[in-house]
């Protein structure tokens, strides 16, 4: 072991060395951006060298580790008495998985919008390592463009089977969640909060999203009921788990940062218990320090080559408004209500004041109820967002309610807390005695399906309207376009009418041009006087924030003629003719 331990650290310091730089400098940076501040293949090969003194370290010293660490303390996690036998649940999660399944797959072929067509369009002809090292936006979720990549060469490329790594991680999404909420709650009101997570609006829009979103909220929940365990008996085998399972969440998405910087604070209040119990925390805290420095050497090893290029990006695009909402604003606020009521088919206004108040209240109670529960993994769902709205805070950045995705377990967990609290509450005053065990348990899952029933109903709409209508609104231009038209796809919509224009006649300098700029407009009118100039536009905020000349002249001179609805934000497509 030695042995092994001096060679591996060798040829790890020399592959820093002589590592071939070549292959990285002559790939092209985004040209929008400044420079990065150092290179990024440096930071590998300085990974590389310092991997390499860790194991002859290793060698020398031979440093021992204990076998594990002391158990936590955990108030009483859910309730002796299980009210199914496992078999019985196990058929259950089945089914709720199937049924989870076939929602992610139906009208899974709808239109791509713009940020799945832009990592085709900029890593599609990429090397797995090439993607690896390169960051032209944050649209290159490492892990999942790969699999993208592996899916089109295998599939084809079409609309499902770039997303179908999306598709298969929100579904395996599914059994995982059950397992976190077997932290707290019995096998029957798991298999609830299993249910809200398959018939869920926001968890089905993104596992038809190809994104890395659906693998975050995955090995987040993955991750966060790992350290749970590790942290209850300690085991060798749960920690390096975790720690995989770790790397996995960071290659899924940058974002994930927080959730381990959130497991750091979990677990460091693992270990202030410990000593509060009066318990030697030294081995225990050798083991965490190092579980946690092997899971963040190894992260930022898997990132060196990007990050220099992710952190000129985020400094430069997240600070501009049309990137997101300031993250104290009435705009983010309603962004916020109006995708949250989306997902229960309802719409902004005065009226939902008094829902929100009591789901509030309800909210609340099942949080609070279910901190008492299982504190490490309440704080390790809860920790993320905080350290998130910290991190965009003071940066300075902009905000998009997806940064905050995490939050979507952790309310499905509070409001089977919250239902089955009320529950309890109310039979102990008008319940049956000899039902006690037994019926308010099963009336809260009861509740729990019918609030499953009705989530299914604002899925119909979802189902009809696709992220971004493309294919209709090109179909519609094609049909109202005259010989001598010219259809002019201004800002946002230029990635989208590249990618499925050429299907629908439109191709560039013939039947449609691409144009960002006022000047530009008014060049092509000075110079299009044959017919008629058929406008395209989409997202109308950044285009209002971006280019506001723009937007103004387009107002002043042309009047939609067709809105096409989207379920992305304001992602509808306006087809606009001359007034």
Partial sequence: MRLVSVVGGLCLILTG?????????????????????????????????????????????RPSFGAGIM?????????????????TAGWGLLAITLVGLALRLWRVDSDLWLDEMTPLRDYGHLSPVQVMATYHSSNNHLLNTILTKFSVASFGEHEWSVRLSAVLFGTATIPVFYSTARLVFTSAN?????????????????????????????????????????????????????????????????????????????????????????????????????????????????????????????????????????????????????????????????????????????????????????????????????????????????????????TLPLAILVLVEAVSTLVHAAWRWWGPERHRDQGPLWLSLALIALVSALLLLPLRNYYEVPKQPYTASAAYLQSIRGPDDLVVVVHLAETGFRYYGPRFGLEEHTTCVYLRSKADLEAVMRTHTRGRLLLVTTFPRALRLEYPDLDTLIDQRWQVARLFPATIGDGEISIWTPR
Avoid at 19 to 39: K, Q, T
Avoid at 349 to 371: F, K
């Fill in 17 to 61: 060395i002589f590592l071939p730089r070549d292959w990285y400098d002559g790939l092209p940076l985004n040209p929008a951006l400044p420079a990065p501040p150092i290179s990024g293949l440096t930071l590998l090969q300085l990974t590389f060298g310092v991997e390499g003194l860790m194991l002859l370290w290793v060698a020398a010293a």
């Fill in 71 to 87: 158990p936590v303390a955990m108030p009483a996690a859910r309730e002796a008495w299980e009210p199914i036998s496992r078999r």
């Fill in 190 to 406: 798991s298999l609830g909060a299993a249910l809200l997570l398959a018939v869920s609006y926001h968890h089905i829009f993104f596992s038809q999203n190809a994104r890395g979103y659906t693998a975050y909220i995955l090995f987040s929940l993955l991750a966060s009921t790992l350290l749970c365990k590790a942290l209850s008996d300690g085991r060798r085998r749960a920690w390096a788990l975790y720690i995989m399972t770790t790397c996995l969440n960071m290659a899924s998405l940058l974002l994930s940062a927080f959730v381990f910087a959130s497991h750091v604070v979990v677990a460091f209040g693992a270990l202030l218990a410990i000593r509060r119990a009066g318990h030697a925390i030294g081995a225990v805290f050798k083991t965490v320090i190092v579980v946690f420095a092997v899971a963040a050497f190894l992260t930022f090893q898997l990132y060196a080559m990007v990050l220099p290029q992710a952190y000129v990006y985020m400094a430069s695009v997240y600070t501009q408004a049309a990137t997101g909402y300031a993250l104290v604003s009435s705009d983010f606020v309603m962004e916020v209500l109006g995708g949250l009521l989306a997902g229960v088919g309802g719409r902004v206004s005065w009226r939902i004041l008094p829902i929100l108040l009591v789901g509030l209240g309800l909210g609340a109670l099942g949080y609070l109820r279910l901190l008492a529960r299982h504190w490490a993994l309440t704080a390790s769902l809860t920790l993320p967002g905080v350290l998130t709205v910290v991190a965009l805070l003071l940066g300075g950045l902009t905000a998009s309610p997806r940064f905050f995705l995490l």
